[in-house]
């Protein structure tokens, strides 16, 4: 079933999920452009991703941030009077995800972009919304260098618990895996998973992630408490510091919420300006005193 909407143009596909397909589409009247997820009712299983929409779309909407992904109407599409499909319009983001191959970055860059991220979801959180899926594909990056977080169809209301598990194993709190209740802690874990992730090219280790099986509740959930050096040895040690107090077992140990975050950011880029200016001092000191001795000799 292809995508057909009275006052939209259809420009181009834009990507497929499991249970959709997303379009570039563009208002024949305003020429504004909108991306459209398209999701098809096949079987009752599928209903599922229809209140996935829904509950994008009831947080969507009642976000209004920069750095947040604007959300519009909620569409369905009736043969016989039978709801065959759902759309929802969303705002047209223009960019590249982080989880991508081409997305490239310096350190400084990458800090500036988590930053804005962190400054999306504390004004998610103070509309009591949780995210609940963050990960490198729901970061985007504009050719302008502003950050879009994306994807509110897991996001849930805060100080509640999920009736099954959602998330993605590797970015997903302890407490998403238990089915426990859910606070802005949940998306501090998931920021500080998914950073590691775009810093490491690896996924930060779980006995989840290790397992494969989201039903072996008894296991999930249940941090590594070293972090493999492999691929981190290039990655500053304040940030690793950063990382692991973003993703502890206990919510408690956390960080506490994204302000905190913030601060940890600001603390560790200042910390790099300074580690890279001293370095800067070294250099100097060295090179005037290779040229003092070849002025000697």
Not at 118 to 141: T, W, Y
Not at 187 to 207: I, N, P, Q
Not at 249 to 260: G, H, I, Q, V
Request: proline content about 3%; overall charge positive.
């Amino acid at each position: 079933m292809s995508l057909i909407l009275p006052d939209y143009r259809v420009i181009r596909e834009l990507g497929r999920g499991a249970s959709s397909q997303l379009y570039c589409v563009e208002d024949i009247k305003t020429g504004e452009l909108r991306t459209a997820k398209h999701i098809i009712l096949g079987d009752a299983d599928e209903k599922k991703f229809i209140e996935q929409l829904r509950a994008e779309q009831a947080t969507g909407q009642l976000l209004d941030h920069p750095t947040l992904r604007k959300v519009f109407e909620l569409r369905y599409i009736r043969k016989r009077f039978r709801v065959q499909a759902a759309v929802l319009m969303m705002e047209y983001v223009d960019g590249i995800d982080m989880g991508s191959s081409q997305f490239r970055w310096s350190l400084p860059q990458l800090l500036s972009y988590f930053r804005s991220a962190a400054e999306g979801l504390s004004a998610m959180h103070h509309h009591k919304f949780v995210h609940a899926d963050l990960k490198p594909g729901n970061l985007m990056v504009t050719p302008s260098d502003e950050v879009k977080l994306i994807d509110f169809g897991q996001s849930s209301t805060l100080l509640q618990a999920k009736e099954r598990i959602q998330g993605t194993p590797d970015y997903m709190a302890p407490e998403q895996a238990k089915r426990s209740v859910l606070d802005q802690r949940t998306d501090v874990f998931g920021f500080g998973a998914t950073l590691y992730k775009v810093l490491t090219g690896m996924a930060l280790k779980t006995e989840m992630n290790k397992t494969a099986g989201l039903h072996l509740e008894g296991r999930i959930g249940k941090r590594v408490t070293e972090m493999s050096r492999g691929s981190t040895d290039e990655v500053p040690t304040c940030i690793l510091r950063f990382i692991e107090d973003c993703c502890r077992e206990d919510p408690m140990d956390r960080l506490s919420d994204m302000r905190a975050v913030i601060n940890r950011i600001d603390l560790s880029q200042t910390i790099l300006e300074h580690q890279a200016a001293n370095r800067e001092k070294e250099e100097k000191k060295k090179k005037k005193k290779k040229s003092s001795t070849r002025s000697e000799s």
